[in-house]
């Protein structure tokens, strides 16, 4: 016998566990970049070198590999190399739903009652072997056919087409019914599991049934986002591209039916299409959201046609509910009429008559008179919402889907038609947020956001606040609006603020003066403020927020601005010249650089603040050319780029400055100033886009298109 044999298999699940563990991304963040290579063991602290986590590929990778050892590490990775899914290729993605659901041919209720067959035979002869007669094939038989009967009886959860072999089925009148799909396996397993250990109790007190083993990998999903998702170099036409598609309504509703320990949900632009309201449906009518009120259970053998939305009830009621979901970018016209559906079916009140013909809409009265008894459905579990770039969704139905997420603490609602009806309504609920976006809402008013950042009990614990505007969409804040936040909103005056961005807005030096201290916060936007003076950034950050650690100061300040000359972005070189002056002895001599000590007392050099990298436009990065000492440019894979001390960085849970030029992470920023934006979407600093999936707001790390959102694009 092998040597880790002899483990129990409870240390091998604990140790697969660690190794998921280190790819889940580390709080408090160390805000660069995770370097992709053999750095040791992630340390869990904020930390650039080593890494704080693995990249999830060398996660993914270990765990694979470990599954190939022998069948006790397999047991034991298994579940969490299913834990989480990204969905990158499209054969990957047939293949993927293939695993999980076992096809979709006409012949998968033939393949399941096979399975219900197999797993009743084998769960008779455990339960059989438990006894101490396994050889008894009296037994054997009288087993099955209690399980059967129990299985079969008017409370069974199993339907009667996969409890028969295919040839025995003959039609019966009181079984004809509307066509119905089988329930998930993982429900089939376990209502079969407990129907032997029902009747091991009724028969043999306190005898153990072994459940029954599912080969399928379903349950064990808890995270599935197609952020890598591309059908981009394929080479088909336009016509596959319309009529055969890889992602579709019927697939993506099918696999959620095996997952009912989904928790978070990731959708793309790249397959928004397939977000249809029987998908909408899966994903949020889940748990207690699933229960229809006012429905009393009805035999499973009469003749109903509702029965079919009964049997969705009852398997989404032992569903776990979704904690996060990212639609950034679904602006399809299948996803916004299929939320437009789901809204006006679950979440607003019919208002119309429900006589005459509105009576004989059996499922809009239905409705009606639950929204009188019930009201509006909400969905409590569900923490983290993104529907940054949403642009499609009408004020209306974008207000009731948000308000229908009561425990929100993550909300992003960048570039949607977000009116100030949701900020008062958003004041009145029981919402508690830590972080909020709303960068570039055209349709909100300085009055509106500042009496919600003032009053309402729900932005009080804000942690990390955008506003972010540009000089196409500009903040609505006026001057007076934001002494007023900087002096009496909670968000403002507590301190704990990690991530700020007033960029656009008409930030003064004397405004700035008048905002309290701000120990914790480490990524401050100042950028499309031509008013703001260089001098005023760097004496609130040198007085009031020593730890920033990144700065954005796009088009700020008239002493990083000048007209471009000719057709290019090329310019006058004393221009070039003065820019760089200003922008040394400014911002990074007063604030990176230590005060001068005698040589006659040496001592450790006291850095003033934390300030390492300064988002600046791209004209600005061309005029800077190389650099100067330590301090280098990184382009984003987009029109973002920073000027970063390739020095500094955070080693142990500390910040270090100044580390030597044979230091792993300062070989690793060098490499990617000489990449010269050919890099990868994850790159940047300063996200513009709030993580989601994982809980990290607006200092998390994304890659693929949500990476692009946040560190590539400009706007």
Not at 634 to 650: E, L, P
Request: with cysteine.
């Amino acid at each position: 016998m092998s040597a880790n044999l002899q483990y129990p298999s409870e240390l091998l699940f604990i140790i697969c566990s660690h190794i998921y563990a280190a790819g889940i991304p580390a709080v408090p963040s160390s805000l660069d970049p995770v370097a992709l290579g053999d750095y040791g063991m992630p340390t869990a602290l904020p930390s650039s070198m080593a890494p704080s986590h693995w990249p999830e590929p060398l996660v993914r990778k270990t765990l694979s590999s470990l599954c190939l050892v022998n069948h006790a590490w397999y047991e034991a990775a298994k579940p969490w190399l299913w834990r989480r899914i990204e969905v990158r290729l499209p054969r990957s993605w047939l293949s993927l739903v293939d695993e999980i659901t076992g096809g979709e041919d006409e012949q998968s209720v033939e393949r399941t009652a096979i399975a219900v067959e197999q797993s009743i035979q084998a769960v008779a002869e455990a339960a059989v072997a438990t006894t101490g007669a396994s050889s008894d094939e009296e037994a054997l038989k009288k087993w099955k056919e209690r399980i059967l009967q129990t299985l079969a009886g008017p409370d069974g959860s199993v339907p009667p087409e996969v409890l028969t072999p295919p040839a025995s089925r003959d039609p019966s009148p009181r079984r004809l019914r509307a066509k119905s799909q089988s329930p998930a396996r993982w429900k089939l397993m376990r209502s079969i599991s407990d129907a032997v250990q029902d009747i091991a109790d009724r028969n043999e007190f306190g005898l153990y049934v072994p459940r029954v083993h599912d080969p399928r990998p379903g349950r064990f999903i808890r995270h599935v986002d197609f952020n890598h998702f591309r059908t981009i170099g394929m080479r088909r036409s336009v016509e596959e591209g319309v009529n055969s598609r890889f992602v579709t309504g019927q697939r993506v509703e099918a696999i959620l039916k095996e997952m009912p320990n989904l928790t978070a949900f990731g959708a793309t632009e790249y397959m928004d299409g397939a977000l249809t309201l029987p998908v909408l449906n899966e994903l949020f009518l889940r748990g207690p959201s699933s229960r229809v009120p006012g429905r009393p259970s009805r035999g499973r053998g009469l003749v109903d046609p509702n029965i079919a939305d009964e049997e969705d009830h009852e398997r989404r009621r032992d569903c776990t509910e979704l904690e996060a979901v990212d639609f950034t970018g679904c602006v399809s016209a299948v996803f916004v009429s299929a939320l437009t559906e789901f809204v006006d079916t679950h979440l607003s009140p019919v208002t119309n008559d429900t006589n005459g013909e509105d009576r004989r809409d059996d499922r809009r009265f239905r409705r009606a008179v639950r929204f009188e008894e019930d009201g509006p459905l909400t969905f409590s579990a569900l923490q983290r919402l993104s529907l940054r770039g949403v642009k499609s969704i009408q004020p209306h139905v974008l207000n009731s889907f948000v308000l229908a997420f009561p425990s929100l603490t993550h909300l992003d609602l960048s570039a949607t038609r977000v009116t100030p009806d949701l900020l008062t309504a958003l004041a009145n609920t029981s919402v508690r947020l830590r972080s909020l976006s709303l960068a570039r809402c055209i349709r909100l008013t300085g009055e509106s956001i500042k009496t919600f950042l003032i009053r309402a009990p729900a932005a009080a614990q804000i942690q990390e606040l955008t506003l972010y505007g540009d000089q196409t969409f500009p903040s609505p804040l006026s001057t007076e609006d934001l002494e007023e936040l900087f002096t009496l909103a909670p968000c403002f005056t507590s301190g704990e603020l990690i991530y700020l961005d007033l960029s656009s807005s008409p930030v003064t030096g004397e405004s700035l003066s008048k905002l309290g201290p701000q120990p914790k916060l480490r990524s401050l936007g100042l950028s499309y403020i031509p008013d703001l003076e260089l001098q005023d950034t760097a004496k609130f950050i040198e007085n009031k927020a020593q730890n920033v650690e990144i700065l954005t100061l796009i088009s700020t300040s008239q002493d990083l601005e000048w007209n471009r000359t000719g057709g290019g972005i090329e310019m006058p070189r004393g221009t070039a010249r003065q820019t760089s002056l200003a922008l040394h002895s400014k911002i990074i001599s007063p604030l990176c650089t230590p005060p001068l000590t005698s040589i006659l007392a040496p001592a450790v050099a006291q850095y003033p603040t934390r300030v390492r990298v300064i988002e600046l436009s791209m004209p600005v990065l061309v005029g800077l050319g190389a650099g100067a000492g330590t301090w280098r440019t990184i382009r984003s894979k987009g029109g973002r780029g920073w000027y970063v001390d390739t020095a500094s960085g955070w080693v142990g849970g500390e910040l270090v400055r100044g580390l030597p030029r044979d230091h792993p992470f300062r070989i690793e920023m060098n490499r990617l100033a000489d990449a010269n934006g050919n890099v990868n979407s994850g790159v940047g600093w300063h996200a513009r886009k709030m993580e989601v999936l994982h809980g990290c707001g607006m200092s998390g790390r994304e890659d693929g298109l949500y990476g692009a959102v946040s560190f590539a694009y400009q706007g």
